[in-house]
């Protein structure tokens, strides 16, 4: 059975997260899965701090989205692994839009 379609106890994330049950998005979307969701064609990500978790357990789904929004903070050392993992994907930073002076920036992504 493929491990990325199972129930994960959530990593302890910088939101606060804690010991709760996470389930990887590609296991909501997985064709032969409980739910066989609809792959979406846009996402928007903020899970406070949880961000770069979150998108690890979505490759197969970010495979097929055309536009991605994630919500970035330059204090979290996890957030700086995401535009790899992305470009990784065939998503490319398009526009960065800031909160103000804090550090977190909500970042778009797109295909060329």
């Known amino acids: 059975m493929d491990d990325s379609r199972l129930p994960l106890a959530a990593p302890e ?7 709760r ?37 979505a490759t197969r789904t970010l495979k097929h989205v055309k ?12 957030h700086k692994l995401i535009p790899g993992l992305l470009e990784g994907l065939g998503l490319y930073e398009e526009a960065v839009y800031p909160h103000g002076t804090s550090s977190v920036s909500n970042v778009l992504y797109g295909r060329r």
């Open 13 to 19: 994330c910088p939101g606060g997260l804690g010991d």
């Open 67 to 78: 536009k991605l929004m994630v919500e970035h903070d330059s204090e979290v050392e996890s």
């Open 21 to 57: 049950l996470a389930f990887p998005l590609d296991y909501w979307t997985d064709p032969y899965g409980p739910t066989h969701l609809p792959l979406p064609d846009y996402i928007k990500l903020d899970t406070d701090g949880c961000e770069a978790e979150v998108l690890k357990g």
